[in-house]
């Protein structure tokens, strides 16, 4: 198949595009794992929770705004509200994860990794069913955000025909990292994360209360799961089954980048997002095997993934 | 292109056919039992209650079909169908005016193969379903060695009984299958377009053994209609979220028709992701089973899209439903059932799956005074003609249910708050299906360029 160079283009923001809610998935897997050295399986449910409660918040904004009005104002007052129904679902996650770190991770910490695995697994399986209680059995989406946000020009500016909500995601995504790491290299309280990351037992010496980080953080991946769940939801549906890829994309994605590095989480997910959007391009087949095949070749080359563990820089 | 005109009293069929289908079926049958149904009784003991009083014991049935996620918008249109099928036929006095049917269903989920085999160990007298091909391939040669009847309500897969089960005796499938349907589309893309005008053809269609069916045979009937050269396949995973890389080829590519089997939810993501990227400025669509979303897609991504669909064995508006009361019924009953917009062909799949396996009973207690064994029944089926309120069905010998099949370009109605088919164009079952015996491929290859 001739790829032209407009569709080439294209496939490449596709693959940027997904890449970047990979990362918002992963990131929040990431931070879990420097900090509290926990794999938490349960992540992907949190991801899909996030989903499921956008639907919702989405409805209950955007009733509130209405629809996309007319002229540059109309149009931002829409975008905003949309982000600003991100950050609420994303919020509604922050208390969740603190409930799941407080009630039931703390008390394991001292035990072997396999404790933890099981532990998430069956938060995984919990949530599965707190889902169904709440939302039943049938896939939910929302009609309001993704044909609305498409509505206003953006690629075609330049010639391109691209989804605008497409490039909402890369807009947003970009800030989300930006953010972040923002937030570990200048923050005190970034800081103060990251120093318990490196060494547990002197950031307690210098009166670090390490039970408190440890929630922060755990809150903070779910906060992130949310926010994922929330900007991918609009141009599909929200299902019961829908944590599972992206989960395991996510572990993907952390190993090749190095356990628990939100750099090498970032540029692992983009790696992941292109190469698979290419591979479904050029040979539609290897979509799956293509991402497996990257970690398995950076594992030979580089075990520890391509920046390592995560700690003395963000 | 031949093509059938709608008959409302028969759904499609003329009158001198369906006479004698009607006619040749209940011979068939009563030859087929001359033998063994008037025997010394030794079928009695295959699973029925041949040769004694009918008791009045609700016959236990088993549904397996999909009741979650992104299958679950048509799996449970099948469940539906079915439950209002069993509550029809049980406020009718049940299956010989005594046998109530207790309904199970399952979700066909992960471990499908274990939830029939705990259907046959809680001793089901018939089981129905299931919904995806792979796990009917699965399930088939169970049924064959359980000898316990199963209708499909889907499971379509093209080599079932061609491979998979060649000889069955207990599986039957209600639905009209993967050949049936996509050569309905192939026929539909010629009479749309026209052949002259279809050089290039792109598809998208689901990533496991059911999509990958359906485009080989797509491939297999458009070229033998067409010229056309074959420029893109992309196959996406069941409930995928972003399908924008195939959209992207297909943009890219700017193929005369694209084909695609999506089903469910997935339509509605694809139909919706390629609203937005403009696909339909580059090309027609042409798929079998997008109109099972019907329910389901939102009507800002249908404005503006280029569409059509078939429906494998039922359509709502045909036979019309001002002047057949009996789809009337259904439709209005349909639409009071949770989860029920519209009811599709995957819904009349769960209601004719048990109503085959319920009036071939029935048949074979009219024939035999006495309550039928496993075997009995399934002679009854092979052949078997009845209605439903989409219209005349039968089970072909070869176990294969037959029936008209419909195609037309898919619109939102407002005032239904769904997706219809608008300028329907109806195939009976002898144009898109290959005669018993002859394999569809065979059948395919035998039709001149």
């Known amino acids: 198949m001739a790829v032209t160079p407009t569709a080439a283009l294209v496939q490449t923001l596709n693959g940027i595009q997904f890449g970047f809610i990979l990362f918002m998935i992963a990131s929040g897997l990431t931070v879990i794992l420097g900090i509290l050295d926990v794999l938490n399986l349960a992540h992907g449910e949190l991801f899909s929770i996030g989903a499921y409660t956008a639907i919702g918040v989405f409805g209950f904004i955007i009733g509130i705004v209405g629809p996309p009005g007319g002229g540059v104002v109309g149009t931002a007052v829409f975008v905003l509200a949309v982000l600003a129904a991100v950050l609420v679902t994303a919020a509604i996650l922050l208390p969740v994860g603190t409930l799941f770190e407080a009630v039931f991770l703390r008390q394991i910490y001292d035990r072997d990794q396999v404790y933890q695995l099981v532990l998430t697994f069956a938060l995984l399986l919990i949530l599965l069913d707190v889902k169904k209680v709440i939302w039943g059995d049938s896939s939910i989406r929302t009609d309001a955000v993704y044909s609305a946000i498409n509505t206003i020009p953006t690629s075609e500016l330049v010639g391109l025909n691209y989804p605008t909500y497409n490039v909402f995601v890369i807009l947003v995504g970009s800030v989300v990292v930006v953010g972040l790491f923002w937030f570990f290299e200048r923050t005190k309280t970034g800081r103060i994360i990251r120093a318990t990351a490196i060494d547990r037992e002197m950031a307690t010496a210098i009166g670090v209360s390490t039970d408190r980080v440890f929630t922060l953080v755990f809150a903070l991946g779910a906060f992130l799961a949310g926010f994922a769940g929330a900007m991918a939801v609009p141009p599909t549906s929200a299902t019961l089954e829908m944590g599972t890829n992206p989960l395991v994309l996510s572990f993907v994605v952390i190993v090749i980048g190095g356990l628990g590095s939100l750099r090498g989480a970032f540029v692992g997910a983009l790696l992941v997002g292109v190469i698979r959007s290419w591979m479904i391009t050029l040979y539609p087949p290897g979509e799956i095997a293509a991402p497996f095949a990257i970690m398995a070749l950076i594992l030979l080359v580089k075990p520890e993934g391509l920046f390592g563990t995560w700690g003395e820089t963000a | ?449």
């Open chain 2, 1 to 449: 292109m031949e093509q059938t005109t709608t008959d409302h009293d028969t759904g499609g069929i003329g009158r001198r056919q369906l006479l004698s289908a009607v006619g040749g079926s209940a011979v068939a049958a009563a030859l087929a039992g001359c033998s063994t149904l008037l025997s010394d009784g030794e079928t009695a003991d295959q699973g029925g209650q041949s040769g004694g009083e009918i008791s009045d014991e609700p016959i236990q049935a088993g549904l397996l079909t999909f009741t979650r996620g992104a299958p679950g918008v048509l799996g449970i249109q099948a469940q539906r169908g079915a439950e209002l099928a069993v509550q029809r036929i049980n406020e009718a006095g049940g299956v010989g005016g005594q046998r109530e049917i207790e309904l199970d269903v399952v979700n066909e989920g992960s471990n499908p193969l274990d939830s029939y085999n705990q259907f046959i160990e809680e001793g089901k007298e018939v089981t129905f379903g299931p919904i995806s091909s792979g796990t009917h391939s699965q399930i088939a040669p169970e049924v064959e060695k359980n000898e316990i009847i199963n209708v499909s309500t889907d499971g379509t897969v093209t080599t079932l009984y061609e491979e998979t089960v060649p000889d069955p005796t207990y599986s039957f499938r209600f639905q009209n299958y993967d050949i049936m349907e996509v050569v309905t589309m192939a026929r539909e893309a010629v009479e749309r377009i026209g052949a002259d005008n279809i050089s290039t053809v792109a598809g998208v269609n689901p990533s496991y053994s059911f999509g990958e069916d359906e485009m080989r045979v797509f491939t297999q009937a458009i070229q033998k209609l067409t010229d056309a050269e074959i420029v893109y396949e992309g196959f996406p995973e069941l409930g995928a979220s972003d399908m924008s890389n195939h959209i992207t080829s297909i943009n890219n590519e700017e193929p005369d028709v694209t084909f695609s089997s999506l089903w469910g939810g997935d339509v509605t993501t694809f139909v919706r992701q390629a609203n937005a990227n403009d696909m339909f400025e580059n090309t027609t669509v042409f798929g079998t089973t997008l109109y099972s979303a019907a329910g389901d897609v939102p009507g800002d991504a249908l404005a503006g899209t280029d569409i059509y669909s078939g429906s494998r064995n039922y359509y709502w508006g045909l036979p019309a439903l001002g002047n057949w009361q009996p789809g009337r019924e259904l439709f209005d009953a349909a639409t009071q059932q949770e989860g029920v917009t519209v009811p599709t062909a995957h819904y009349m799949s769960g209601y004719g799956a048990v109503t085959a396996w319920a009036t071939a009973t029935e048949k074979a207690i009219d024939l035999l005074g006495t309550y039928p064994s496993q075997e009995q029944i399934a002679q009854v089926l092979e052949g078997h003609g009845f209605f439903t309120p989409a219209g005349y069905h039968n089970i072909a010998e070869d176990h294969q249910g037959a029936s008209n099949s419909f195609a037309g370009q898919m619109v939102y109605d407002d005032d239904l708050g769904a997706a219809r088919l608008d300028d329907v164009n109806t195939y009976a079952a002898t144009e898109t299906a290959p005669p018993p015996g002859v394999t569809g491929s065979d059948w395919l290859d035998s039709w001149s360029a």
